[in-house]
């Protein structure tokens, strides 16, 4: 199985416990439970399961639950336990990739002995990674917005999206308006959404507590964050013109506002994996040791995120990058990404390694969403089929994000939390920083579209080392 077949990363938003999808195995009826995003199930009783393909479940859950056809392309199936998430692709057969799990966990986690045994996948019904986000913003279904707004939040509440406080509160509130209604002043109180604050905001933001030593961890958070601030946005959320406010109105407004708002987050949509980076050299010993990261790849591109500080280490747009993956039969496992950069003022190129049993998947997903880019950017203006609304509304958005690159936020790279090698070129030497070539050392990178990642020529006052 490459990266292109399906893609393994961390447990999702939520870590569910070792549970199984199927009650009964036989040539005959079985009973599959596939799980949503808000963690109901869709029981399926199912003729022949161990040769049903993945396809065949997805139309069987499109038509208990009545959607669209837009939901054959928005969502995919998955297989996701503890240890590891797999997209599968329509042909996959869900149950026997069930019984090769122990042989993933093996090929792609570093789990012991002990917990592959007992880890059990669970197969869920959750966001296609392939599926635009300008297609997204064309969906006007309610359930099918739903899922998708269910699955947005559950990653926005486990910390799996990092957001900076004001965009956390903005979210929450939009979640209050869902689940609370309308707000009216005095209801609800900050202290009564005190008691349910860890449905409406990260866990992160809801414990912080009180001393020096919360103050030192809370790494510039505005006063008004938690209740007080999440009660300040919900009072400054919007009701659609024209909506009816009673008991039973469309909540569609309010989750594709969700949505739109995360879409603002680079990595919205994303696959996620799981690595370590090095950590820079520290103290007089020049001790560093390495950290625990997450990679997040879309189709827009590649992005780092510490995994205990939930904030962005490195994000790359795939014109910004060449990357490359070794397997373990090489040495470690570990994806390369080179991007540019510069040490002390002059410019070079970078290499981040980061050390990963799931490199080659990571690495084969990087090639396919490039491909996918490639073969659809330029039928992109054709493709506007279903509407002239959407023509004019949907290319905005992911060809310029609003202005989240603001100062301090998590989202923003933060190179000196990273450890990486510096080389240029001179010569027709290859040295280490301050190194140096007259190419890139990988040859797969995004040639054919235009961007800034460029071969940096070396400069006469720059020291070799």
Known sequence: MDGTEGNAGQPGPAERSHRSSVSSVGTRAADVLVYLADDTVVPLAVENLPSLSAHELHRAVREVLQLPDIALDAFALWLVSPLLEVQLKPKHQPY???????????????????????????????????FPKRRELQIHDEEVLRLLY?????????????????????????????????????????????????????????????GLFAALRGRGAKAGTGEQG?????????????????????????????????????????????????????GFLHRGGRKPVTVAISLEGVHVIDSREKHVLLGLRFQELSWDHTSPEEEESVLWLEFDGDNEGTPVNKL??????????????????????????????????????????????????PPLRRQGSVVCSRLQHLSTIDYVEEGQQIKRVKPKRTTSFFSRQLSTVQGSYTVVQPTDSLEQG
Request: with cysteine; aromatic share 8%; glycine share 6%.
């Open 230 to 282: 999440l009660l300040n946005a919900y009072g400054q959320v919007k009701e659609a013109v024209g909506s009816d406010s009673e008991h039973g109105a469309s909540l569609s407004p309010h989750y594709r506002a969700y949505l739109l708002k995360s879409h603002e987050l680079p990595f919205y949509g994303c696959a996620f994996f799981h690595g370590e980076v090095d950590k820079p050299a520290q």
């Open 96 to 130: 026997k990739l069930g019984r090769q799990w122990p042989e993933l966990l093996l090929r792609f986690t570093d789990a012991p002995a002990d917990h592959v045994a007992m880890d059990e996948p669970s197969l869920q019904f959750r966001r296609n990674v392939f």
């Open 150 to 210: 269910e699955e947005a939040k559950g990653n926005v509440l486990a910390a799996r999206y990092p957001c900076d406080v004001e965009d956390c509160e903005a979210l929450g509130a939009l979640v209050c308006r869902v689940q609370l209604g309308p707000y009216q002043p005095g209801q609800p109180t900050a202290c009564t959404l005190r008691e349910k604050l860890d449905s409406f905001l990260p866990a992160h933001l809801c414990k912080r507590g009180h």
């Open 352 to 401: 981040l390694k980061i050390y990963s049993k799931q490199a080659e998947l990571m690495s084969s997903l990087i090639e396919y969403c490039i491909e996918l880019n490639q073969t659809s950017e330029p039928a992109a203006p054709q493709e506007n089929v279903s509407g002239p609304t959407a023509a004019t509304g949907s290319p905005p958005p992911p060809a310029q994000r």
